[in-house]
């Protein structure tokens, strides 16, 4: 999966629970990107970030935090504010340079992606 | 076999026949196109991107075709193989965004 993990493959959580999903890559990659999926629908980005310390909201992003303290590391905590987390849920880096219309032609890496069922 | 936009969710094929995925994207803006290849239960994959200066570009066994009078973005798959069965998303960069959209995919099938 091209250098990205991302951890559990499968997590449940109880209504009202926070939950942290994992997600490093070894690429030397500057930016990453969380997406959510939902059955026969594409990819919905919910935050990105192009630089550590450094992070935007995406179409989604409500109910969702992320941090971005180190290079390799992007995780994804899903709030009990989500009112539908039922979800699979995809990392993805790349790499970064210029502008802010630039880094989107850089090709995204994704991982295997976490399936988050909330019980 | 054809598709038609991503309001056709699923193509079915005959192994070795060439396979043809359609999208339409709705900005003119849009200046960058990729398509991904996603097999069940995995991330996405990389197939091939064409920027809005080209009209083709080829890959191994794959060519995207862009047409931005019409808007329109296909995939083609020559010699279909079972490895080629997944869920096939085009994605658009627009411009103005910065940020890149997937559209929600067609499920390509093969029939032996």
């Known amino acids: 999966d091209g250098g990205i993990t991302q951890s559990p493959k499968y997590l449940f959580r109880k209504e009202g629970q926070n939950v942290t999903l994992s997600c490093e890559q070894n690429?030397?990659?500057?930016?990453m990107y969380w997406y959510r999926q939902d059955p026969g629908q594409g990819l919905r980005l919910i935050y990105y970030?192009?630089?550590?310390?450094?992070?935007q909201k995406g179409d989604i992003a409500e109910g969702y935090s992320v941090s971005r303290e180190k290079k390799e590391s992007f995780p994804l905590t899903v709030t009990s504010a989500q009112k539908n987390p039922t979800a699979f849920y995809l990392c993805?880096?790349?790499?970064?340079?210029?502008?802010?219309?630039?880094?989107?032609?850089?090709?995204?890496?994704f991982g295997p992606g976490t399936r988050l069922t909330v019980l | 076999g054809e598709s038609v936009g991503l309001h056709l969710p699923t193509l079915s094929v005959q192994e070795g026949d060439n396979s043809i995925i359609n999208c339409a994207y709705s900005?003119?803006?849009?200046?960058?196109f990729i398509w991904y290849k996603q097999e069940s239960g995995k991330g996405p994959q990389f197939i091939i991107d064409?920027?809005?200066?080209?009209d083709k570009r080829q890959g191994q066994r794959v060519t995207v075709l862009l047409n931005k009078t019409v808007k329109h973005l296909s995939l083609q798959i020559a010699a279909t193989q079972p490895g080629d069965s997944a869920v096939y998303f085009c994605?658009?960069?627009?411009?103005?965004?910065?940020?890149?959209?997937f559209g929600s995919g067609t499920r390509l099938s093969i029939r032996p």
């Open positions: 993805a880096s790349s790499t970064a340079s210029g502008t802010s219309a630039i880094w989107a032609y850089n090709e995204q890496f």
């Open positions: 994605a658009e960069n627009y411009s103005s965004a910065s940020k890149i959209i």
């Open positions: 900005n003119s803006a849009s200046d960058y």
């Open positions: 970030s192009q630089i550590v310390n450094d992070f």
């Open positions: 064409i920027r809005s200066n080209m």
């Open positions: 690429l030397n990659h500057d930016a």
